[in-house]
Each structure stands twice: as structure tokens, then as C-alpha cells.
């Protein structure tokens, strides 16, 4: 086993800088750039960030506008859309502001040796550093992330054992097109869904629409505030609830009913054990272990992508949020910073769903065999 978590660690390395090879290679190639929205500000022209016609990618600045310059450098081509009239010189000083004036393969070399002692740099559009970023925005994320994770589990693994213990039954049949219909409509379809109904969108005004506290949050009892960040997590968490329970509803059932028709809980019956002590005595633990080894990646999966969508329709101010801006606003250090924080904390809790395999159950060895 310890040769297995040793190379599953050691393949971090090419995996890791593949991805980030692959990412910083086709930004480099897409439009918009920090400096078209530099030379947006100081021409007063309103660009967005795809304005780009081709060099490299970035954010927006906060600099202040101003008028071209006109006269000799009136005539001025650039490889930057809206610089005519712009003095080279100016260009350049721009370039060399976000680190653009050196070769791509030298800006990447750079990039990643920062990255390997967690120097992920300062925001582009925002006078704070990533790391700053990124824990402002984690607790929201992570209060997403776990309660979607608890609640889905809460609710799909009682359900999954009703449903394999009543296979074919109506309260199976029922239950199952609930499943289908989580199954199928999307989250963010559901938030919207939810907001026009319950958030003052056209009927009930029931939960406020945007936030994770109230204004006065700090004002609140103990109680009060308890109460209070519930009630602005009620809406979220059903819109990622719905999509989440559905998948993990059928693996339990699935996983159970493939348990209970081995031939070990055959002879537990032909024993005289009771069904519950069959179920929870014998096949929990078989049916439950690819379940239980499953839930790094399933956490990971809600915290890092799963979140994004709710976070803009609900406006909660956390990492996908962030992100969403980020890529919009091209703002790389943000970018590249969290791809490649997440990224790695992703493989490194893939191991441990593997090493929870073997938690749950000892008799589950990565090591290969000779056959």
C-alpha cells in the first residue's frame, strides 16, 4: 500500500503541470487582455474583456481615463485593438506593468516556480494577494460544500435502502421519478425556479434573495444569527440538494441489491437472523464501502464546481463566484492561482478516496499482483 500512495503522489507532479500547461497555452490564445483594458480606460472607449485581437490574456484596472493623444502618433499600428494614438512607449510600460513584455515560455517558467512555494502573486483588479482572496471567499464556499454533502448523504443512502429493500414496489416506482426529475433538471434551473417562487421573484417572498447574512447580522442574538444565516441558506442548498441526491440515491440502491443477492446473505437468512440484522449486520458495511470511499471526491465535486452557478444566481461572494469574475475579467493571477491551489488539493484527495477503500475495507489492496 505504501508503494501505491508513494507513486499515486509522484504522479502528481506531470499531472499537475500537464494541466497547467494545457490552461496557460490556450489563454494565451483567447481574446481580451489587461492591457486592452488599460488602453479602454485611458481611451474612455467600453471594451469587454473578449476585445482582444491576439497576445495574451489578463483583467481590468482601476486606472483613470483619458483622452488619445493625437500627432505623430496618431498613425501608430499595434497589435492591441483601441491603441491607436497611443504612444509605443506608454504600450510598453503597460506590458511590462502586468509582466506581458517577456515570451510566454519564460512568463510560465516563472509562474510555476512561484506556484511551487505558494506564491500565487497579487490580483490584477483588486490591490489584495490571491491568497487573501481565497480565504475571504472559502467560507462561504465550504458552508455550501458541507452542508450539500451532509444533507445529500442524509437523505440519499436511507432512501437508496428503502428503495433496494423495496425493489419493485410502488414506494420504488414513486420515489424513483422523484429521483429522475432531481436527475434531470439542472441546479441552476431549479434555483431560478426557486427564487420566482419563493424569493419575491412573482409569488411568495418568503427568503431573501442574495447574501449569506443579513445586514445586520452583527446586531443579532446568538440565536438570531443562527436563525438568520439558515434562512439565507435555505434556497441554495435545495438548488444543489436536488441534483446531488439523485445520483448517490441510485448507487446505494444499486450497491445493496448487489450485496443482498449474494450467496453469504443467503445463508445469514437461511440461519434464522432477522432482516435487520441481515441488512445492517452484514451487507451495510460491503454495500456501504464504495459509498463512504467516495465522499473526498464527492465534497470536492460540490465545493469547487457544483457551487459556481449557485453562488452567481444567489450572488454569495464565494470561490465560484470568484472564479466566474476572474475568467471574465481575464485576471490571471487569480486564475492560474486557484486552478493550481485546487487542482493539486484535488489529486491529493483522490488518494485519500482511495485510501478510504481501503479503510472501510482491509481486504481492498491497490498493490499489483502477478497472475
Given at each position: 500500500?505504501?508503494?501505491?500512495?508513494?507513486?499515486?503522489?509522484?504522479?502528481?507532479?506531470?499531472?499537475?503541470?500537464?494541466?497547467?500547461?494545457?490552461?496557460?497555452?490556450?489563454?494565451?490564445?483567447?481574446?481580451?487582455?489587461?492591457?486592452?483594458?488599460?488602453?479602454?480606460?485611458?481611451?474612455?472607449?467600453?471594451?469587454d474583456a473578449t476585445?482582444?485581437?491576439?497576445?495574451?490574456?489578463?483583467?481590468?484596472?482601476?486606472?483613470?481615463?483619458?483622452?488619445?493623444?493625437?500627432?505623430?502618433?496618431?498613425?501608430?499600428?499595434?497589435?492591441?485593438?483601441?491603441?491607436?494614438?497611443?504612444?509605443?512607449?506608454?504600450?510598453?510600460?503597460?506590458?511590462?506593468?502586468?509582466?506581458?513584455?517577456?515570451?510566454?515560455?519564460?512568463?510560465?517558467?516563472?509562474?510555476?516556480?512561484?506556484?511551487?512555494?505558494f506564491d500565487f502573486?497579487?490580483?490584477?483588479?483588486?490591490?489584495?494577494?490571491?491568497?487573501?482572496?481565497?480565504?475571504?471567499?472559502?467560507?462561504?464556499?465550504?458552508?455550501?460544500?458541507?452542508?450539500?454533502?451532509?444533507?445529500?448523504?442524509?437523505?440519499?443512502?436511507?432512501?437508496?435502502?428503502?428503495?433496494?429493500?423495496?425493489?419493485?414496489?410502488?414506494?420504488?416506482?414513486?420515489?424513483?421519478?422523484?429521483?429522475?426529475?432531481?436527475?434531470?433538471?439542472?441546479?441552476?434551473?431549479?434555483?431560478?425556479?426557486?427564487?420566482?417562487?419563493?424569493?419575491?421573484?412573482?409569488?411568495?417572498?418568503?427568503?431573501?434573495?442574495?447574501?449569506?447574512?443579513?445586514?445586520?447580522?452583527?446586531?443579532?442574538?446568538?440565536?438570531?444569527?443562527?436563525?438568520?444565516?439558515?434562512?439565507?441558506?435555505?434556497?441554495?442548498?435545495?438548488?444543489?440538494?436536488?441534483?446531488?441526491?439523485?445520483?448517490?440515491?441510485?448507487?446505494?440502491?444499486?450497491?445493496?441489491?448487489?450485496?443482498?443477492?449474494?450467496?453469504?446473505?443467503?445463508?445469514?437468512?437461511?440461519?434464522?437472523?432477522?432482516?435487520?440484522s441481515v441488512l445492517?449486520?452484514?451487507?451495510?458495511?460491503?454495500?456501504?464501502?464504495?459509498?463512504?470511499?467516495?465522499?473526498?471526491?464527492?465534497?470536492?465535486?460540490?465545493?469547487?464546481?457544483?457551487?459556481?452557478?449557485?453562488?452567481?444566481?444567489?450572488?454569495?461572494?464565494?470561490?465560484?463566484?470568484?472564479?466566474?469574475?476572474?475568467?471574465?475579467?481575464?485576471?490571471?493571477?487569480?486564475?492560474?492561482?486557484?486552478?493550481?491551489?485546487?487542482?493539486?488539493?484535488?489529486?491529493?484527495?483522490?488518494?485519500?478516496?482511495?485510501?478510504?477503500?481501503?479503510?472501510?475495507?482491509?481486504?481492498?489492496?491497490?498493490?499489483?499482483?502477478?497472475?
Amino acid at each position: 500500500m505504501y508503494a501505491y500512495i508513494l507513486r499515486r503522489l509522484l504522479l502528481i507532479v506531470p499531472t499537475l503541470l500537464g494541466i497547467m500547461v494545457i490552461n496557460f497555452a490556450v489563454v494565451q490564445i483567447l481574446p481580451g487582455g489587461p492591457v486592452e483594458q488599460m488602453i479602454a480606460q485611458l481611451t474612455g472607449d467600453a471594451v469587454d474583456a473578449t476585445a482582444r485581437v491576439g497576445g495574451d490574456a489578463g483583467s481590468e484596472t482601476g486606472s483613470s481615463r483619458q483622452q488619445p493623444k493625437a500627432g505623430k502618433d496618431a498613425g501608430l499600428s499595434s497589435r492591441y485593438r483601441g491603441a491607436q494614438g497611443l504612444p509605443e512607449d506608454l504600450i510598453k510600460s503597460i506590458e511590462k506593468q502586468y509582466g506581458l513584455d517577456k515570451p510566454a515560455h519564460e512568463r510560465f517558467y516563472m509562474m510555476i516556480k512561484n506556484y511551487l512555494v505558494f506564491d500565487f502573486g497579487d490580483s490584477f483588479f483588486q490591490d489584495r494577494t490571491v491568497v487573501q482572496l481565497v480565504i475571504d471567499k472559502m467560507p462561504v464556499s465550504i458552508s455550501l460544500g458541507l452542508w450539500t454533502t451532509l444533507l445529500v448523504y442524509l437523505i440519499s443512502i436511507p432512501l437508496g435502502i428503502a428503495k433496494a429493500v423495496r425493489d419493485g414496489s410502488r414506494f420504488d416506482v414513486w420515489t424513483s421519478g422523484l429521483v429522475i426529475f432531481g436527475n434531470a433538471v439542472p441546479g441552476f434551473l431549479f434555483a431560478i425556479l426557486l427564487i420566482i417562487l419563493f424569493a419575491g421573484g412573482r409569488y411568495l417572498d418568503w427568503f431573501p434573495l442574495r447574501g449569506l447574512t443579513s445586514p445586520n447580522f452583527d446586531d443579532l442574538s446568538s440565536f438570531g444569527k443562527i436563525t438568520d444565516y439558515f434562512w439565507h441558506m435555505t434556497l441554495p442548498l435545495l438548488s444543489m440538494i436536488i441534483g446531488g441526491f439523485a445520483g448517490l440515491t441510485m448507487l446505494t440502491k444499486n450497491s445493496f441489491i448487489e450485496e443482498i443477492n449474494k450467496q453469504y446473505v443467503l445463508t445469514a437468512r437461511a440461519k434464522g437472523l432477522t432482516q435487520h440484522s441481515v441488512l445492517y449486520g452484514h451487507v451495510f458495511r460491503n454495500a456501504m464501502m464504495i459509498i463512504i470511499a467516495g465522499f473526498p471526491a464527492a465534497f470536492v465535486s460540490i465545493l469547487f464546481t457544483g457551487s459556481m452557478l449557485t453562488e452567481i444566481i444567489f450572488s454569495l461572494d464565494g470561490l465560484g463566484l470568484l472564479g466566474f469574475e476572474a475568467a471574465l475579467k481575464r485576471d490571471f493571477p487569480v486564475m492560474f492561482g486557484t486552478l493550481y491551489f485546487f487542482t493539486l488539493f484535488g489529486l491529493l484527495l483522490g488518494i485519500l478516496s482511495d485510501l478510504m477503500y481501503h479503510i472501510v475495507d482491509p481486504r481492498v489492496d491497490f498493490e499489483a499482483r502477478d497472475v
